[in-house]
C-alpha cells in the first residue's frame, strides 16, 4: 500500500493581497519549503498543486498539479487534483496538506492513517467549539476521485459537506497544531512564535 501527498496551493490568498502565499518567508525558509520539509519523510512521493502558470514552481523540484475543475473551487478541487496525479502514479492513498501550515505534526500521516474510512480528517480541540476539522488535512482514498469529481461537477464546494457523507473519520490533534498563515499579522505572530 503505497501513500503520497499533495500540497494545497491553488488558492488566490486575498486575506494576504494576493499572490503564492506559500512563498512567504519564515524565518530561514518559505512557508512552503516548511510544508515540503515536513511531509516528504511521512509519505513515498509528493506533488504540489497550484494555479496559473505552474511553471513558477520549478525551483522546487516537485511535480505540479493544476486543478481540473475551473474558477478557483476550492480546496477539495485541489485534493481531486491530487488523487488523479496518485492514480495515474498508482498510490492508493492520497495525504492533503495545505501550504500555509508550516508546523503541522510531524506523525500526521501515521496518525491519519490508523483508521480504515475512505476519508480521514484531522481535527482540533476548541474549549467552546467542541473538535474543529482541519478539512485541508487528510487522508484519502484514491478511488473515491470519480465521486468527488461529480460532486465537484454537482457545485458541492464545503470539504465537510462532501466527506461526511463518505462517513469520515475525525482524528483529534493538539490545539495549535494546525496554526495557518492567512494574513500579514498572522505571519507577524508566527515569526515571533514558530520554532
Ligand atoms: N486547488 C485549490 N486549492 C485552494 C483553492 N482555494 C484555496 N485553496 C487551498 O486551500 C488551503 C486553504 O485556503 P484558504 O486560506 O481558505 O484560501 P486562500 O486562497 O489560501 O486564501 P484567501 O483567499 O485569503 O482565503 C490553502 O492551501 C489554499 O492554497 C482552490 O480554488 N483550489
Redesign the pocket.
Known sequence: MTECAV??????????GGGD??RLMLGDRSLIQRVIDRITPQVDAVVL???GDLNRFDDLGLPVVA?S?P?????????L?GMDWAAEQGHDWLISV????PSFPLDLVERLSRYDTPVVLAATPDPERGRVPQP?FGRWQVSLRHELRAALNDGVRKIRQWTQAQGETLVIFDEGDFF?I??PEDLAWAEQHLK
Not at 500540497?7 to 494576504?16: C, D, S, T
Not at 474558477?71 to 485534493?79: E, F, I, R, S, T
Not at 495545505?98 to 501550515?101: E, F, I, L, Q, V
Open positions: 500540497i494545497l496551493a491553488g488558492g488566490q490568498a486575498n486575506r494576504m502565499k506559500g498543486n497550484a494555479n486543478d475543475v474558477d478557483y473551487a476550492g480546496p477539495l478541487a485541489g485534493v487534483a495545505a501550504a500555509d501550515t485541508t495557518n492567512n494574513t
